[in-house]
């Protein structure tokens, strides 16, 4: 392919507007029938241009490190700030939360989501943690 095929194309569909929405609904057509495939794509496009912005993908890693720190430090603070057995608070990320109903928690990065559910959760340091669980591993 020609490098210039991309403007080429965007040329082409801009005086043809009405063959660029046909096109268009082609493949938002071939996108429902083909879930899986589309993801697929996506995860291509993602790679190529992690590959293309390396700069960008660290800009981006460093929001998304700022945002889990935030988040984590709000949901903390306001399950009491510290480990509800032992008391401990020193580093936040010897912190973490333990779901009352370990059949419902889905993974350990449950806290990051939108439906989190600070009542359903204990707020404990790892070592307390670790005895949360082996309790229930050996009760
Ligand atoms: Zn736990
Ligand atoms: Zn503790």
């Given at each position: 392919m020609p490098s210039n095929s991309y403007e080429y194309m965007k040329n082409y569909w801009g005086t043809h507007p009405e063959q660029y929405k046909k096109q268009k609904e082609r493949i938002k057509k071939w996108q429902n029938e083909h879930p899986e495939k589309r993801k697929e794509c996506q995860k291509k496009s993602m790679k190529k241009w992690i590959l293309k912005n390396p700069e960008q993908k660290r800009k981006m890693g460093e929001r998304v490190k700022l945002w889990q720190q935030n988040r984590k430090k709000l949901l903390v603070n306001l399950m009491?700030?510290?480990?509800?057995?032992?008391?401990?608070?020193?580093?936040l990320a010897a912190l973490g939360f333990h779901h009352k109903?370990?059949?419902?928690?889905?993974?350990?990065?449950?806290?990051?989501?939108?439906?989190?559910?600070i009542e359903e959760n204990r707020l404990l340091c790892a070592n307390c943690h670790m005895e949360e669980h082996h309790k229930i591993r050996n009760p």
């Open positions: 009491g700030g510290k480990c509800e057995k032992c008391g401990y608070n020193k580093c109903d370990p059949t419902k928690k889905e993974s350990s990065r449950d806290w990051q989501r939108k439906n989190f559910k």
